[in-house]
């Protein structure tokens, strides 16, 4: 079983900034996931080429069940607003998106506020410098999946980079999960290193490499995590990568586990 957690950065190339459709593709091709959780991950928006990056995640990798899950609508760094209903999905759209190999027997949506007041962020760049950025609302998928070896739930978020107030939205994330079924995966980008993940959730860390940045890589902010509560053993871990796939600014992680049958 091969799980994996990617931010997309709305499948931007680091080398030209542009978003192509085959190198989205290829990137997530070469993960060979059979879960794989989405961040920053657009829909019909103008500056991804009007694509709909999950499909082609999920065509990529050969998976019939992917959801997507929007956080805004608009544009994110410009004019957005939070996404409140269906009503929403003919405008551009920003989110997260779960893609599973296996058939999904639940589905659960959970939406986490975004911080009250805006924060400093470091931009980069010849422009950049300290800003005081809105915080986005963020969001929590997760999947019920029937895997080869029996059910588990997995799901996937993308937190805050607002200290403390990832802290909060990481809490309500596995406040929300424990009514799913155990095991329990949570994969995603949480903005946070692995040290204050595991002390504030009690969570298995199951793998530790550095994820950003993607060029020269020096913090874990990308995360793949097991509840150690509950039955349904994962098995071993038997493999860790970080493959360099040439789009977005964190590198993917993925996580090869050694289930034992049912």
Same mark, same amino acid.
């Given at each position: 079983?091969?799980?994996?957690?990617? %931010?997309?950065?709305?499948? !931007?190339?680091?080398?030209? $900034?542009?978003?192509? @459709?085959?190198?989205?593709?290829?990137?997530?091709?070469?993960?060979?996931?059979?879960?794989?959780?989405?961040?920053?991950?657009?829909? @019909?928006?103008?500056?991804? /080429?009007?694509?709909?990056?999950?499909? =082609?995640?999920?065509?990529?990798?050969?998976?019939?069940?992917?959801?997507?899950?929007?956080?805004?609508?608009? *544009?994110?760094?410009?004019?957005?607003? &939070?996404?409140?209903?269906?009503?929403? %999905?003919?405008?551009?759209?920003?989110? =997260?998106?779960?893609?599973?190999?296996?058939?999904?027997?639940?589905?659960?949506?959970?939406?986490?506020?975004?911080?009250?007041? !805006?924060?400093?962020?470091?931009?980069?760049?010849?422009?950049?410098?300290?800003?005081? #950025?809105?915080?986005?609302?963020?969001?929590?998928?997760? @999947?019920?999946?029937?895997? &080869?070896? /029996?059910? =588990?739930?997995?799901? %996937? *978020?993308?937190?805050?980079?607002?200290? /403390?107030?990832?802290?909060?939205? +990481?809490?309500?994330?596995?406040?929300?999960?424990?009514?799913?079924?155990?095991?329990?995966? #949570? +994969?995603?980008?949480? %903005?946070?290193?692995?040290?204050?993940?595991? @002390?504030?959730?009690?969570?298995?860390? +199951?793998?530790?490499?550095?994820?950003? &940045?993607?060029?020269?890589?020096?913090?874990? +902010?990308?995360?793949? #995590?097991?509840?150690?509560?509950?039955? $349904?053993?994962?098995?071993?871990?038997?493999?860790?990568?970080?493959?360099?796939?040439?789009?977005?600014?964190?590198?993917?992680?993925?996580?090869?586990?050694?289930?034992?049958?049912?």
């Amino acid at each position: 079983m091969r799980l994996a957690t990617f %931010n997309l950065l709305h499948g !931007r190339s680091l080398s030209d $900034g542009n978003v192509h @459709a085959e190198r989205v593709a290829a990137s997530v091709a070469d993960l060979d996931a059979d879960i794989l959780g989405l961040q920053e991950v657009d829909r @019909a928006q103008p500056r991804s /080429g009007l694509l709909d990056l999950t499909a =082609i995640a999920a065509e990529a990798l050969g998976a019939k069940v992917h959801r997507f899950a929007a956080a805004v609508v608009g *544009t994110p760094g410009e004019t957005w607003q &939070p996404w409140r209903s269906a009503d929403d %999905n003919a405008h551009p759209l920003y989110g =997260i998106a779960l893609i599973s190999r296996w058939p999904v027997l639940r589905w659960q949506i959970t939406q986490l506020p975004a911080a009250p007041v !805006r924060s400093p962020v470091w931009a980069p760049g010849p422009r950049g410098g300290l800003v005081l #950025l809105k915080d986005e609302p963020r969001v929590l998928i997760a @999947a019920v999946v029937d895997t &080869p070896t /029996g059910a =588990i739930t997995v799901a %996937n *978020t993308h937190l805050s980079f607002v200290p /403390g107030w990832n802290l909060r939205q +990481l809490r309500a994330a596995v406040r929300a999960l424990r009514g799913l079924p155990a095991p329990r995966i #949570l +994969l995603g980008d949480l %903005n946070l290193p692995a040290g204050p993940v595991r @002390a504030f959730t009690g969570w298995r860390t +199951l793998a530790r490499r550095p994820t950003y &940045p993607s060029t020269h890589p020096r913090a874990q +902010l990308d995360h793949v #995590l097991a509840d150690p509560r509950g039955a $349904g053993p994962l098995g071993p871990v038997v493999q860790v990568r970080t493959p360099a796939v040439g789009v977005s600014d964190h590198l993917p992680l993925v996580v090869h586990l050694d289930p034992p049958r049912r």
